[in-house]
């Protein structure tokens, strides 16, 4: 009884506020992610003419190109770009058979293609629905853009994200085509090069892409584990 006493009068130990807040130091240091890949964007206005591939319907491989742009210097030009339909849409622009890259399905195999070609040291990450924000974070943090598909316009669209902005909660976007006003929704007549939107509005267009309706289409590129 005595000993019980004796504690409840004891001078109990005090703590530093350093002491306190050590244990919570992670949250309060932790600074925002702010991502800006230094890609340089490709318009496919100007790509090279293909019979039943005009410019205007070469989203999908200015998209790749730009992808690649990060690892292989000839990416970066719009020879890379004819490279790819004279390489996969031989017998489509022909009349001999059916477009190969209408889907981003077939874009892994274009992917493949040019890992295997060029040498590369990298795998293909190909989230086919359902993709998320922490999915195209950790693309960017593997230092390749993210090519990713949206709904902007009636048949679908493809375009390079290039960095995430915590603080503005904005996707840094290379749009192939041109900047889009979501305000109007439509297509603007200002370059799509380092577009930042906001996440909020361009998720639901991203959504619509995917078949479950709730998550992205992404596909990036990673180095070999």
Known sequence: MINQLKSLFQKKESKSIHEILKPHEEIFNKKPIEIS??????????N?????????????YTTIAMVFSQFIPEAKTDLFISDIIVT??????????????????NHVKIYQYYIDKYKLNKEIVFIPQDGTLEDIIKGLQCGSPVGFSWMPTTSGHYSAIIGYSEIKKCLEIHDPWAKFDF?????????????????????????????????????????KS
């Open 183 to 223: 305000s109007k929704k439509r297509y603007s007549s200002l370059t799509g090069a380092n577009n930042l939107h906001s996440i909020d509005d361009i998720t639901p267009y991203m959504n619509k892409s995917s078949k479950s309706k709730k998550g992205y289409r992404l596909i990036y590129l990673k180095d």
């Open 48 to 60: 090279t003419k293909f019979n039943f591939i005009p410019p205007s319907s070469q989203c999908g």
């Open 37 to 46: 890949l230094p890609i340089v964007c490709n318009t496919q206005r100007d």
């Open 88 to 105: 996969f849409e031989k017998n489509f622009v022909t009349g001999k058979g059916s477009r190969f890259a209408l889907t981003m399905d």
